[in-house]
């Protein structure tokens, strides 16, 4: 059986602005039919990247792929128009001249019916057929949106590159627009590559997460293990709040006010940092001085004191101020959990959910 090629394929790009290096040797590809997201803070070099893909910009080093097909590398360059890539911007850039349909139609080929029963398929397609005359000015941003994304589709492109399109918009209409969008790249097999700087998106979105930071792509894989099996502290903390327990490793175990925790393969006397979120720290009732007993999933229970309460919406978010430090621990309870503050309680961490990392270890 024929195993199916990368529609989109790069291969160790590089950027550099002033000598500074802006994109470091980046590497990936995209399927037919997947989305593939760019995901890191701003300034980490996602959108430099789709810039070069698109050929609005040249790398210094490295290969691009269409399909299999060389399309540019330092010497060898297709201009941005003939590399069959449609692009989707948070500004929509629609021509404010233009009428909906005209803007739909722009930079189609072919004969005045065939175009004009595109830009029509294309607008009932997104729900805008009844705005074939308007301008984008009497739009909404989710009308905008809607006719950004006709137009990006009109000439079929086998690859979108989508710069944080749906930023503008509000919460809301931002998840039907970005769900409803995505179900027409797939219907027609686009290889999606998606840059965007928020985690709750590139979870909802993506089939595969490129992490990017400083340049670099950390880590990539599926969104589910890009959550569960994060590389290092900093992979784990661009996902979601931390609590941090520092401790020193004896006989790959470190000793904590929680119990010990395995640390396999790092040497005695290196410092680790214990990392585990809000949400996987168990709560339990102070019982006259005394905690819950011990377990082998939960480990040792720490007492600490409230600080304060706060519900969230879906959640209550409680930080302690721990006993045995000083230090603050945040915790996370569904519903309302509104303990008052000075109340002493007892904590517990769920061993499955911890990561332990050496300190001041970073993946580059």
């Known amino acids: 059986m024929q195993t199916q090629s990368p529609r989109l394929e790069i291969r160790n790009l590089t950027r550099r602005y002033d000598g500074r290096l802006v994109v470091d040797d980046v ?61 989707m911007f948070q500004d929509f850039a629609l021509f404010p001249h233009l009428s909906v349909a005209q803007n739909v139609g722009f930079g189609l080929s ?12 294309l607008l009932e397609r997104v729900g805008m057929g009844r705005y074939l005359n308007a301008y984008p000015h009497e ?6 949106q809607r006719v950004a994304l006709a137009r ?8 979108m590159l989508m710069d944080e399109p749906f930023s503008g918009l509000d919460n809301r209409l931002r998840d039907g627009i970005r769900d409803e969008t995505l179900d027409i790249l ?21 089939d595969e997460i490129a992490l990017m930071r400083d340049g670099r792509i ?15 502290r900093s992979a784990v903390a661009f996902f979601s709040d931390i609590n941090v327990i520092r401790g020193t490793v004896r006989g790959a175990l470190t000793e904590t006010p929680f119990g010990h925790f395995l640390a396999p393969g790092v040497p005695d006397g290196q410092e680790v940092e214990i990392v585990i979120r809000p949400q996987h720290i168990k709560i339990d009732f102070d019982r006259n001085g005394r905690g819950p007993n011990p377990t082998s999933q939960d480990g040792t229970p720490a007492r ?4 304060r309460a706060r519900f969230m919406g ?28 000075g109340k002493p309680l007892w904590l517990m961490i769920r061993r499955d959910r911890c990561f332990v990392f050496p300190a001041g270890a970073r993946r580059r």
């Open 27 to 87: 590497s990936l590809s995209v399927m037919p039919g997947q989305v593939t997201c760019l995901l890191g803070p701003s300034g980490c070099g996602k959108s430099t990247t789709l810039r070069m893909i698109a050929g609005v910009e040249m790398q210094d080093s490295g290969e691009i792929y269409v399909d299999g097909r060389l399309v540019c590398d330092t010497v060898f360059r297709v201009p941005p128009e003939r590399r069959h890539i449609g692009l």
């Open 110 to 121: 072919g004969d005045r019916t065939a175009k004009s029963a595109r830009v029509v398929e």
């Open 139 to 144: 739009l909404s941003g989710g009308e905008q």
């Open 152 to 159: 990006a589709l009109a000439p079929r492109p086998g690859i």
């Open 186 to 206: 797939r219907e027609q097999d686009t290889a999606i590559l998606l840059v965007t700087h928020e985690p709750e998106e590139a979870m909802r979105m993506a």
């Open 218 to 232: 950390v880590q990539q894989g599926a969104p589910y293990n890009i959550y569960n099996a994060p590389v290092d």
């Open 304 to 307: 600490g004191v409230v600080e």
């Open 314 to 341: 879906s959640e209550s978010l409680v930080e302690f101020r721990m006993d045995h430090d000083g230090s603050v621990l945040k915790a996370t309870v569904p519903n309302v959990f509104l303990p008052k503050p």
